[in-house]
């Protein structure tokens, strides 16, 4: 265990100007998110931590997922959070981290190691040996598992989880909501992990905090005192986190949009003191973008973030594997990033392992199956494997491309260290 108190800083990440620092290097941040860390069975996780380990990541992002609405289905639940799918198609087998409990009628957690967030000691657990670092969402907005979107539904029964007209500001308005939002925060934070015996907030294998996976939050709608909602609500929130937790960097986990009205201009998120760092995701095939106008942004994220003194991270970036030239536009993008001295990094979206495909498997069962085969792309072609044989054949191109990126990146920093 990391000696405490007057050599911490020593064990967690720091900013300094528009990079980061670790252990008194810089450190550079290069590497990956994954979205079912939290629950694929163990050697799941292993697959896919030692596999960015290998293509040289430093830091592998994911989400707190999932949110269902009560485990009795008297509050709707909007997704299937018993499917047993494989792990990287949300094949949960009933994980869920929160719920209604409707006898209470109040929210729970659920802080099983088979079934709720005591599965992310493991992960935590399992990137500290490797010497990962975790960038940690502590909700999500979206739908998909639940999030955000979910939690609505938890106190408005005819609440619409695709196209509410309350979308995008009744969870950042509504008392209840905040309430909610930092009861959370803080049952996450102070969670004794049971195979290191230290709390989530004093886990050196955690690089940051995100306050959410991209809050949309309607900043044209003010507070009662006239602040913009967006700012308002990532200020307060932001200011809690760190109230809680001394050690970890926070940011907002927003894709950082500029010339969007609805949206915080990523210069005025950065003049939050309680924001560390900055974060942009950009995906060309959704966003109307050339892969030569996301090189312009990476440029005009690093001048923003020379402008405020404080690092940018491109958090999320993918661009699909039936572009004939996805292997290319990728390079151009963590080429630029690693020649721009004030840009701070990239995780790519999304890398996925070899995973198991029995449909019927439940936890925790699980944690002794043997690994089949890599998983099924969802459609979107964002997914990197280390599979040579992965169709299409760009996807073990840009695999390539991302690891030897990856590597040359993070070769400055620190040695890794067991935590």
Same mark, same amino acid.
């Given at each position: 265990?990391?000696?405490?108190?007057?050599?911490?800083?020593?064990?967690?990440?720091?900013?300094?100007?528009?990079?980061?620092?670790?252990?008194?290097?810089?450190?550079?941040?290069?590497?990956?998110?994954?979205? /079912?860390?939290? !629950?694929?069975?163990?050697?799941?996780?292993?697959?896919? &931590?030692?596999?960015?380990?290998?293509?040289?990541?430093?830091?592998?992002?994911?989400?707190?997922?999932?949110?269902?609405?009560?485990?009795?289905?008297?509050?709707?639940?909007?997704?299937?959070?018993?499917?047993?799918?494989?792990?990287?198609?949300?094949?949960?087998?009933?994980?869920?981290?929160?719920? +209604?409990?409707?006898?209470?009628?109040?929210?729970?957690?659920?802080?099983?190691?088979?079934?709720?967030?005591?599965?992310?000691?493991?992960?935590?657990?399992?990137?500290?040996?490797?010497?990962?670092?975790?960038?940690?969402?502590?909700?999500?907005?979206?739908?998909?598992?639940?999030?955000?979107?979910?939690?609505?539904?938890?106190?408005? #029964?005819? /609440?619409?989880?695709?196209?509410?007209?309350?979308? /995008?500001?009744?969870?950042?308005?509504?008392?209840?909501?905040?309430?909610?939002?930092?009861?959370?925060?803080?049952?996450?934070?102070?969670?004794?992990?049971?195979?290191?015996?230290?709390?989530?907030? =004093?886990? #050196?294998?955690?690089?940051?905090?995100? &306050?959410?996976?991209?809050?949309?939050?309607?900043?044209?709608?003010?507070?009662?005192?006239?602040?913009?909602?967006? @700012?308002?609500?990532?200020?307060?929130?932001?200011?809690?986190?760190? %109230?809680?937790?001394?050690?970890? &960097?926070?940011?907002?986990?927003? @894709?950082?949009?500029? =010339?969007?009205?609805?949206?915080?201009?990523?210069?005025?998120?950065?003049?939050?003191?309680?924001?560390?760092?900055?974060? +942009?995701?950009?995906?060309?095939?959704?966003?109307?973008? $050339?892969?030569?106008?996301?090189? =312009?942004?990476?440029?005009?994220? %690093?001048?923003?973030?020379?402008?405020?003194?404080?690092?940018?991270?491109?958090?999320?970036?993918?661009?699909?594997?039936?572009? =004939?030239?996805?292997?290319?536009?990728?390079?151009?993008?963590?080429?630029?990033?690693?020649?721009?001295?004030?840009?701070?990094? !990239? &995780? /790519? +979206?999304?890398?996925?392992?070899?995973?198991? %495909?029995?449909?019927?498997?439940?936890?925790?069962?699980?944690?002794?199956?043997?690994?089949?085969?890599?998983?099924?792309?969802?459609?979107?072609?964002?997914?990197?494997?280390?599979?040579?044989?992965?169709?299409?054949? $760009?996807?073990?191109?840009?695999?390539?491309?991302?690891? $030897?990126?990856?590597?040359?990146?993070?070769?400055?920093?620190? #040695?890794? @260290?067991?935590?």
């Amino acid at each position: 265990m990391p000696p405490a108190h007057t050599e911490r800083n020593h064990w967690f990440v720091r900013t300094s100007g528009t990079g980061f620092t670790y252990r008194g290097k810089s450190f550079g941040v290069a590497g990956f998110n994954n979205h /079912y860390l939290g !629950w694929g069975s163990r050697a799941e996780v292993d697959d896919v &931590l030692e596999t960015a380990k290998r293509a040289g990541a430093s830091v592998v992002r994911s989400i707190l997922h999932s949110v269902i609405g009560s485990v009795d289905e008297s509050v709707p639940n909007t997704w299937n959070w018993r499917s047993t799918a494989d792990s990287s198609n949300l094949g949960m087998h009933g994980t869920y981290l929160l719920s +209604w409990d409707s006898s209470r009628h109040t929210w729970a957690f659920n802080d099983s190691t088979i079934t709720g967030l005591g599965r992310w000691d493991y992960v935590i657990w399992k990137a500290g040996q490797l010497g990962l670092k975790l960038d940690i969402a502590l909700l999500d907005f979206w739908q998909w598992a639940g999030g955000v979107q979910q939690v609505c539904r938890w106190f408005l #029964p005819d /609440y619409n989880v695709s196209n509410d007209p309350r979308r /995008y500001t009744f969870f950042f308005t509504d008392e209840r909501t905040r309430t909610f939002y930092q009861n959370w925060v803080g049952h996450v934070l102070n969670r004794r992990n049971t195979l290191t015996g230290r709390k989530y907030k =004093d886990e #050196p294998a955690i690089f940051a905090w995100d &306050l959410m996976n991209e809050p949309e939050v309607d900043n044209t709608k003010t507070t009662a005192d006239g602040q913009p909602l967006a @700012e308002n609500w990532i200020a307060e929130m932001s200011a809690y986190v760190k %109230s809680i937790d001394v050690n970890h &960097l926070v940011c907002v986990g927003g @894709e950082g949009f500029y =010339d969007r009205s609805s949206f915080v201009d990523p210069a005025r998120e950065l003049a939050i003191p309680t924001v560390d760092f900055g974060t +942009w995701h950009t995906y060309p095939d959704y966003h109307g973008l $050339t892969p030569g106008q996301v090189v =312009d942004l990476i440029h005009r994220h %690093s001048e923003t973030a020379r402008k405020a003194g404080k690092p940018v991270l491109l958090q999320e970036f993918s661009y699909s594997a039936l572009h =004939d030239d996805q292997a290319e536009a990728l390079r151009s993008w963590v080429d630029a990033i690693a020649q721009d001295e004030s840009s701070a990094g !990239w &995780l /790519y +979206w999304r890398l996925v392992g070899r995973v198991i %495909s029995a449909p019927t498997r439940d936890f925790p069962a699980a944690e002794d199956d043997p690994l089949d085969g890599f998983a099924p792309d969802n459609g979107e072609h964002f997914d990197v494997a280390a599979n040579p044989d992965a169709t299409p054949a $760009t996807v073990w191109g840009s695999m390539q491309v991302l690891a $030897t990126a990856g590597r040359e990146f993070t070769n400055r920093n620190a #040695p890794a @260290e067991k935590l």
